[in-house]
């Protein structure tokens, strides 16, 4: 079955914030409300160091639907509105919310609102109306410091893919945007034991993040 996800490096994401930017421009998310979030951790001491500069580390986590393999939100749906796609996301039939906001109680990260003019509850949807295109979702495609990546945790996080960056400015936009590269070819070496989730509580969270030399944060 296929599950898609995104991965990010944590190591090269600047906390820009061009991820929650672009998906809000794409799937016109209100002004207040927002499908992703980008957390600061720390600064914080390195271990066996001073807890001074340079001894210090920092980073950020954009932080989303999770898009689990047993959601809490679809457990709870009283009316089936939320529910597992064949891709393996997390989607909202809209036609069937109620707006109980059980959904949004149940999530174990919060990353659930109800949309106070339709009065139903929204969420990242991966850009399901770009990926059944082939396209990437626009958090990927617009990421300046090409730290997230898409793909089908089934084939792998190497083969996770993103928009292949190129210097020529000749490069029109549409063809730089379907020029690909992948986590292995274009990330800096990582290990399973690099690789991390936000804390699972039954849900099994798909997304996941690469940290490398850092004490990861992201458990409470």
């Known amino acids: 079955m296929t599950k898609y996800a995104i991965v990010t490096d944590l190591n090269r994401c600047t906390g820009c914030l061009a991820c929650s930017t672009a998906c809000k421009a794409i799937n016109g998310v209100q002004p207040g409300d927002f499908w992703i979030k980008t957390l600061r951790i720390g600064p914080f001491p390195i271990t066996g160091g001073s807890g001074e500069w340079p001894d210090v580390a920092m980073y950020f986590i954009p932080i989303q639907c999770q898009h689990c393999e047993h959601p809490k939100c679809v457990e709870v749906c009283p009316t089936q509105a939320s529910h597992v796609a064949d891709d393996g996301t997390v989607q909202i039939d809209k036609s069937k919310c109620i707006g109980c906001q059980f959904c949004a109680m149940a999530c174990p990260y919060g990353v659930r609102y109800l949309n106070e003019e ?103």
Request: aromatic residues 8%; hydrophobic residues 25%.
């Open 118 to 220: 339709s009065r139903v509850v929204e969420k990242c949807t991966l850009c399901e109306q770009r990926t059944v295109q082939g396209e990437l979702p626009q958090c990927v495609t617009q990421c300046g410091s090409r730290a997230r990546f898409f793909g089908d945790l089934e084939k792998g996080i190497d083969t996770f893919e993103a928009p292949c960056p190129t210097h020529d400015k000749a490069t029109p936009y549409e063809e730089m945007m379907h020029t690909r590269t992948t986590a292995k070819e274009w990330l800096e070496p990582y290990t399973d034991a690099d690789i991390y989730h936000l804390t699972d509580v039954g849900n099994g969270p798909h997304l996941a993040y690469i940290l490398r030399n850092r004490e990861w944060q992201g458990k409470e």
